[in-house]
């Protein structure tokens, strides 16, 4: 058993203890670092109490591993990186969850909006919909490999299938769920039609839209690796096959922290959406959340209000200057 | 008598079907009328249907029976030329500022658009933050452009259900003071709906004192005070009494 | 509340528990024939369950297995002895994480995958083969492929890299003169080849039997030729067991190995008397709980034409495997070169003359039904 992970988790949860006692900012990665830290010294352990002894012949005893650790994993996965196939098979996994996801997104949309504001719309297909919602894409391999063969064709199929459900759902919630104060103030002004749907309808349902798009792009990275795995010939599913059929468990969980990682990527930048004037009001704002850190924070909002309020106390504004 | 006035309510009811406990009567029997720039308040605990009357005089819900109409002519639904001002505001939070006020004249050519928009921003006192969007801006602040937005539109009548009752006190006295302002400065009709006595007697020239369950009105009190009103005058007072026995609560703790 | 959920919750978990064993009971399974696949469940041979050694032995479905469920099923109505339990897996990946990870003992298993594990590290050893030849090439049936030339730049299907179908297909091509890649080939589980080349998704396949029949018999593929035209005697699989087993249960493994090697020579000791055993093994083999196979199609492949497989001269030879593993080392399949006692112990393989055959038919054969699935 060595002892270099042991010092490691000694060490973050070191971290971990002292970070409650450091004022803030602490520096960004500090905190997630320690956490890798200390799953990288568990996963190692964990190999080691996976291996077990065997005597060969000459009497020796040889440790054989069942599970490859973190280092191996790392060498496991120099040669796809230094000749470029994983780079280029995940870019072949990104573009087709691109485009299938784009897909999903260009149809899902309209369509849940139209469900969510025509009620006869939401009577006549949401059954079906919510039927169709929890077969799991991964079902519908054999379907697409009829229809598409073995080619982009079929993955795509199966990314945007499964990304359209939630993008469909979360829309139509959404419509549904604009307070109807808004519609209200709308029909106030003399907008109707199209013209109520496009300056306030849509624009209401957009943060429940994003959060929707961001749980199907989830839904959709998750997908692309089971539908590569349907005999495509490119991508990070059909990397983690072949290191499987290779005998190459270093080069499957290095695969795995791949996708792992790129997921982790996919996910900021959709997140970046969120930040938008137009969709912020959507979102919990960082000061407003009920956390420990609320109390520290509730003083510097009292700053922005006491800005805010001397603006106003200015003769003028308020009272008749004297 | 009716085509002077601006708004006529005659004989209104309003019940709400109900499948178990038998029919809700929310208003019963409602007789009112405006005169065109009058600030009319109806006064009325909760329940008494005030928010109701409201919604059916600005056309957002039909009566029972009974009919409302505005300048002679049958009120079918909610019209530019009556506007809400809302207790939640109802301003669009994914637009700014300048593009809420602007949203009642969006059919006018840019030039002329800019110009009102403008104005309203500067009267209501938001000077500066035109680009800003209601997430940023306070209570106050985001009433300031409901109540900017309906001006704009320039409407002959305008609706206000509580539109002070999520601010803080301090507030809402600065707010009374600047809508009344507002008020004589462009002269239209205001139809404003209150729980609060103080409120509906700075405000208005008329308040409609209401009933709950069902909803009736008890009396229609006028209040001759001059603007700026003093709140320690003994007619103030006065009236302040009345008001509180008509509404049945004791108002020395 | 809160508590009432939770124990309303806890309730239906557990009712779950409870429906699912029962009704997994109530799976139907041929009378009187223990359900080898249900762990638990009752046999109405008490003998067969008390006091006797269990030791289970993993299988594929497919021919080169064949020795597995038969075996199983002799042990099984035996009054004493070891019993074998066979378990089914339905790709090679699988059962070969199941070895590494030591949740199975010994297995049928592709040898050149047997190989290369050994060549990994894990500590396993070869020490009986499954059958002979038994692994054709098929071609769509209207397709225009009708010499081995025909295949280049087509796609065909194979168990795994690691496999002998994958040696010959490389071996042929070198010596037809192509490169590498003239000729796809993709690595696909056995039972899904006949319906992949059905989709047209695939050219031809090479694979063991049945999985060749099924296509021939459904007329959606004819037979291109058969590999034992090709590499005489073709070598497919083999059972393998740990090490760790051999040298701590030895006596097992032999018992084991001894079972198999007699009911291969019970497969074909009636050959030329019209093969009833073969019929029988077809019928036994196919069940659910084995296979889960048409009988016919199994039936077909094992006695229409008699040289399509052949149960005996199993004991690994050596000559054979050194030659399999220069063509690994020149395939770059496996990089090293092991000798041949480094993953196969032919120690157990018995001498043929030496066993007797148990019977004649096998029990409790008379009341089976063919098996359609």
């Known amino acids: 058993m060595s002892n270099w992970p042991f010092i490691v988790a000694g060490a973050a949860i070191l971290t971990f203890l002292l970070a409650r006692r450091l004022r803030d900012p602490l520096p960004k990665v500090l905190l997630p670092l320690a956490v890798a830290a200390l799953f990288v010294a568990c996963w190692h352990v964990t190999c080691e109490l996976m291996t077990y002894p065997y005597k060969q012949p000459d009497g020796t005893i040889r440790w054989v591993e069942t599970f490859p650790n973190p280092w191996e994993t790392v060498l496991g996965m120099r040669e796809p990186i230094q000749d470029g196939t994983l780079l280029r098979f995940a870019v072949a996994s990104v573009y087709r969850v691109a485009v299938g996801f784009g897909i999903a997104a260009a149809i899902g949309i309209p369509v849940g909006l139209c469900i969510g504001w025509f009620s006869r719309g939401a009577q006549a297909l949401n059954p079906l919909i919510q039927a169709m919602r929890p077969i799991s894409p991964i079902a519908w391999i054999p379907l697409a490999v009829l229809w598409f063969g073995v080619k982009d064709s079929a993955a795509i199929f199966l990314i945007a299938l499964a990304s359209f459900f939630p993008i469909v759902t979360g829309t139509m919630t959404a419509v549904r769920s604009i307070p109807v104060v808004f519609v209200r103030s709308a029909q106030n002004f003399g907008l109707e039609g199209f013209e109520l749907f496009r300056r306030v309808v849509f624009p209401a349902a957009m943060p429940q839209i994003i959060t929707s798009l961001r749980m199907a792009l989830g839904i959709a990275w998750m997908v692309i690796v089971a539908a590569e795995m349907i005999a495509v010939d490119s991508g990070l599913g059909y990397l983690i096959m072949d290191a499987r059929n290779a005998n190459n468990y270093e080069r499957v969980v290095g695969s795995m922290i791949t996708i792992g990682l790129i997921g982790v990527g996919l996910d900021f930048l959709i997140r970046r959406l969120e930040k938008f004037d137009e969709v912020r009001w959507g979102f919990p704002n960082e000061r407003e959340l009920v956390t420990s850190d609320s109390l520290r924070i509730a003083l510097g909002q009292e700053k922005v209000k006491t800005a805010i309020w001397g603006n106003l106390m200015r003769p003028g504004t308020f009272f008749r200057a004297r | 008598m009716s085509a002077t006035q601006k708004v006529v309510v005659r004989g209104v009811n309003k019940i709400f079907p109900r499948k178990k406990e038998g029919d809700l009567v929310v208003l019963e029997n409602i007789d009112l009328s405006v005169a065109p720039h009058e600030f009319v308040c109806l006064l009325g605990p909760s329940g008494c249907g005030k928010s109701t009357l409201l919604n059916l005089i600005g056309g957002f819900d039909r009566p029972t029976s009974g009919t409302v109409e505005i300048e002679g002519q049958a009120v079918l639904g909610p019209d530019p030329r009556r506007v809400f001002v809302f207790q939640e505001y109802g301003i669009f939070p994914w637009a700014s500022v300048w593009d809420n006020v602007a949203l009642g004249l969006r059919n006018l050519p840019k030039g002329e658009q800019h110009q009102i928009v403008q104005h309203y921003i500067d009267l209501v006192g938001l000077k500066g933050f035109e680009k800003t969007y209601p997430g940023e801006l306070s209570g106050g602040m985001k009433q300031r452009v409901a109540v900017a937005r309906a001006l704009a539109v320039k409407p002959d009548i305008i609706f206000m259900d509580e539109p002070f009752g999520a ?82 609560v004791s108002h020395s703790i | 509340m809160k508590l009432k959920l939770l124990i309303a919750a806890v309730a239906i978990i557990v009712g779950l528990y409870f429906l699912k064993s029962y009704l997994d009971k109530k799976k139907e399974y041929i009378p009187d024939v223990p359900a080898a696949a249900v762990p638990g469940a009752k046999s109405e041979h008490p003998e067969a369950v008390k006091e006797r050694q269990h030791f289970i032995v993993g299988f594929l479905p497919v021919t080169c297995h064949l020795t597995c469920p038969v075996t199983s099923w002799i042990t099984e109505h035996n009054n004493t002895g070891s019993v074998f339990e066979s378990q089914k897996f339905t790709d090679f990946p699988s059962m070969k994480e199941a070895l590494i990870a030591r949740k199975i003992d010994a297995t049928f298993m592709n040898m050149p995958l047997a190989m290369k594990l050994v060549a990994d590290g894990t500590p396993v050893k070869i020490v009986y083969l499954g059958h002979r030849d038994g692994t054709t090439v098929m071609v769509g049936i209207d397709s225009d492929i009708h010499k081995f030339e025909d295949l280049k730049g087509k796609i065909v299907a194979i168990p795994g890299r690691f496999s002998n179908q994958n040696i010959l297909m490389l071996k042929m091509m070198k010596e037809h003169g192509m490169k590498e890649g003239d000729i796809t080939l993709k690595e696909l589980p056995p039972p899904e080849h006949p319906s992949a080349l059905a989709a047209k998704a695939i050219d031809a396949y090479i694979i063991g039997e049945p999985h060749a029949a099924v296509a021939e018999l459904n007329h959606s593929g004819r037979v291109l030729f058969k590999a034992g035209e090709m590499w005489p005697n073709f070598i497919s699989c083999g059972l393998v067991v740990r090490q760790e087993v051999i ?85 770059k399949l496996i990089p090293k070169h092991l000798n041949f006692e480094e993953y196969a112990d032919v120690s157990f393989a018995p001498d043929l003359e030496t066993i007797a055959l148990p019977f004649d038919r096998l029990p409790g054969v008379e009341g089976i039904k063919p098996n359609v699935p």
């Open chain 2, 167 to 248: 601010l803080d006190s301090l507030t809402r006295l600065q707010m009374r003071v600047e809508l009344l302002r507002i008020w004589q400065q462009e002269k239209m009709t205001i139809l404003f709906v209150t729980h609060d006595v103080d409120e509906a007697l700075q405000l208005a020239d008329r308040i409609v004192v209401m009933s709950p369950r069902p909803g009736r009105i008890a009396e229609i009190a006028s209040v001759r005070l001059p603007h700026p009103r003093d709140l320690g005058s003994s007619e103030y007072g006065k009236l302040k009494n009345r008001l509180y026995e008509l509404l049945g």
């Open chain 3, 247 to 331: 040298d701590n249960n030895r006596a097992m493994v032999e018992e084991l190995v001894k079972g198999i090697a007699s009911s291969g020579k019970w497969l074909d000791s009636d050959l030329d008397k019209g093969a009833q055993h073969r019929h029988d093994a077809a019928l036994v083999a196919s069940q659910k709980m084995f296979y889960n196979q048409k009988t016919a199609v199994l039936d077909y492949v094992l006695t229409k034409d008699i040289t399509r497989v052949k149960y005996t001269d199993l004991k690994p030879p050596k000559d054979r495997f050194d030659e399999m593993m220069d063509l690994f080392n020149e395939f």
